[in-house]
């Protein structure tokens, strides 16, 4: 299969995301989900497993393609039922112009089809479609969350992605990106720099280290991470497929001495950036090594043409109440804009399977972050 054709398609789509690549896609089919790729064209869609990715002709789909959405399926309950029962999950999915009301429609109609098809307790959407900018916004656009509703889409419960972001537009000169941070974050910029702060791209062979850092820095700071071979998974998939217009993921490590004291992955797909895992240690923290990191980090996103610069979460309360209040103002202070997004709705087919699934499952993820939360100390300590 030639993971570029796809990922050239939606790279023409409004809004393409790192999430919907063949990538993703490939991360999660080692985990027990099944990419299933649709293709909407002006006259049908085409559901393409990835048994069938190969057999179509895709140069003709390429050309006529509307919208596209990469689904991920886990089949559940094996055993407890005589059919087969799935989750379906579209992350940052699906791609169109949202404002095209006819195919926003039929998108929709075949969705929902799509999701009765695959016996499905529910499938779960989480669109970028834009509701309002900046802090004090409030939502301006009700039409798409409206027609959603009618539809029977409830506002999901379990939100796999941050719904607000703050994003940095890179379009400007370097001077103009240091003019717009806050004059206390280009002191630290600076700080860093004269501390003998210094940045360097990351290899496959500084992977085993940079988890174990994330590692202290999810016990340290009080926030659930996967175990090693789901981070070895991600960043060796995305490192190895960087090539011309296809995503790919740059490790920033940040030295003192040659010591590794902080470090990012700056995942890049069609023109866009994203900060998506951070990780420091307590040594050198009073040299400001996470702010030099930032900025070397828009550089090299500028660097590879990219045209914005997402800092992958923001508060959905903007007060000191919300958990990620701290981490915010950190982002704030880089000059970006305040994003606030739909979040994820559920479509479910079958309502009752959809209620148990919905009361169960917050349970059963509780323990299983604190079991996450102990194997990540026992691996630290062993």
């Known amino acids: 299969m030639n993971s570029n054709i796809w990922n050239e398609i939606i790279s023409k789509l409004p809004n393409p995301h790192f999430l919907q690549t063949y990538e993703w896609g490939q991360v999660k089919a080692k985990y027990g989900w099944e990419p299933i790729y ?17 057999t179509e002709n895709w140069s003709l789909i390429s050309d006529n393609c509307l919208a596209a959405c990469l689904v991920l399926k886990r089949t559940i309950l094996r055993n407890a039922f005589a059919a087969r029962v799935s989750i379906l999950y579209a992350p940052k999915g699906p791609l169109l112009d949202w404002s095209n009301e006819s195919l926003r429609n039929r998108v929709f109609d075949d969705l929902q ?10 499938l779960k959407i989480d669109p970028d479609i834009v509701l309002g900018r900046g802090v004090e916004s409030g939502n301006s656009d009700q039409v798409i969350t409206s027609e959603m509703k009618r539809r029977g889409w409830v506002e999901s419960q379990e939100q796999i992605q941050f719904k607000n972001t703050v994003i940095i537009d890179l379009s400007e ?20 720099e ?10 496959l062979d500084d992977l085993e280290n940079l988890y174990r ?23 060796k998939i995305f490192m190895q497929s960087a090539v011309s217009n296809q995503p790919s993921a740059v490790p920033l490590i940040a030295e003192v001495d040659n010591e590794p004291v902080a470090a990012i992955f700056l995942f890049m797909f069609a023109g866009r950036a994203y900060y998506v895992y951070g990780m420091s240690r307590n040594a050198h923290r009073e040299k400001m090594p996470t702010y030099l990191l930032q900025w070397e980090a828009m550089k090299v996103a ?10 992958w979460g923001a508060p959905d309360m ?13 982002k704030e202070g880089l000059g970006g804009e305040v994003i606030r ?18 009361d169960i499952m917050p349970r059963v993820l509780d323990i299983m972050r604190s079991r996450g939360k102990q194997k990540t100390r026992q691996g630290l300590s062993a």
């Open 341 to 358: 997004t739909l979040g994820a709705y559920d479509f479910a087919p079958n309502k009752i399977l959809y209620k148990l699934y919905a």
């Open 318 to 330: 903007f007060d000191e109440s919300d958990s990620m209040w701290g981490v915010y103002r950190f």
């Open 213 to 235: 850092m994330y590692a202290e820095t999810s016990v340290r700071d009080g926030f659930v991470i996967r175990d090693e071979n789901y981070y070895m998974t991600v960043w």
């Open 38 to 54: 649709l293709i909407w064209t002006e006259k049908q869609l085409s559901v393409i497993s990835s048994q069938s990715f190969s």
């Open 302 to 311: 500028k660097s590879n043409r990219c045209m914005t610069y997402d800092l």
């Open 173 to 192: 000169s370097e001077e103009n990106l240091l003019a717009r941070m806050k004059q206390k974050t280009r002191y630290n910029i600076r700080l860093a």
């Open 194 to 203: 004269k501390k003998g702060v210094s940045i360097r791209e990351g290899k």
């Open 113 to 122: 089809t799509f999701a009765k098809k695959q016996g499905a307790i529910f």
